[in-house]
């Protein structure tokens, strides 16, 4: 309890804040949403209850985890926070197909402007084994089940 006001715990429950309150120290009178959202998606007692059985230092970190996935669970009720991780998954896969493509295209334009020697030691069908072994292993990541995958003629013409 800091001075005379009562935490948000204790001021949205409309009880007597007393200065063992397992609430106040981590929910402060000056910022009572992180109590009310906590409140609607946990409860007030299951909170308390997990606190309790929490070493001390590590109460502040676990107050600031029961925020955000209840802000999470607010926003997609079904999949609270798993929601966002899964979207931003999707999302480091698709970059990465990205990435993987600009590679290959920039492999097959250096490819092209390789000056060609009469007497070069790599021939047109060892640059097609290239093509089909190197190129393959810029697209072979497997980050997730929806990543389409190219084959290396679908990037040189």
Known sequence: MGGNSPCASCKLLR??????CTFAPYFPSDE????????????????????????VHQRAD?????????????RDPVYGCVGAISYLQNQ???????????QAEILCIQMEHEPVMPNSEIDLDQKSYFLQNELSQFLSFDTSSNVIHRSPEQFCP
């Open 15 to 20: 009880r007597r804040c007393t200065k063992d």
């Open 32 to 55: 009572p949403h992180k109590f009310a959202i906590v409140h609607k998606v946990f409860g007030a007692s299951n909170v308390s209850k997990m606190l309790q059985e929490l070493p």
């Open 62 to 74: 676990a107050v600031s985890s029961l925020v955000y996935e209840a802000n999470a669970r607010v």
């Open 92 to 102: 480091v896969s698709e970059l990465q197909m990205q990435l993987a493509v600009a």
